[in-house]
């Protein structure tokens, strides 16, 4: 598609060259020739500029969720993936494994990976 999109935009372009040119020589229509024109070789030059993306998108970062015991004595914590509806502060339905606590969401983070330098 990439190569018949340029052909098509320098014919396109090449016509809208001429439809400029051979107007002018009319006084009476000169203006329409001049807009239909200009609009032909903005159509042609854009379809010979654009370009289809072949880049292969990244996948997101992977993010995760910290989710702590709300027992202040307790230091339990756990880090699972990132779900859908995971918020700060959001209250858990399961209970703490150690001490059988209610637990909150207390972190959702992107892990980074760093670049080698």
Do not use: N
């Amino acid at each position: 598609m990439g190569l018949v999109s340029k052909i098509l935009g320098i014919i396109i372009a090449i016509s809208g060259i001429a439809v400029l040119w051979f107007g002018s020589s009319d006084p009476v229509w000169s203006f329409g020739y001049y807009i239909v024109g200009l609009i032909l070789m903005s159509v042609g030059l854009t379809l010979v500029t654009s370009r289809q993306s072949t880049k292969e998108k990244k996948p997101p970062p992977p993010t995760v969720t910290e989710i702590r015991c709300d027992d202040p004595e307790c230091t339990f914590k756990e880090i699972r993936d990132f779900q859908k509806g995971d918020y700060i502060l959001k209250p858990m339905e399961s209970e703490c494994p150690k001490c059988q606590s209610p637990m909150t969401i207390h972190g959702v983070y992107v892990i980074r990976e760093e670049e080698p330098e």
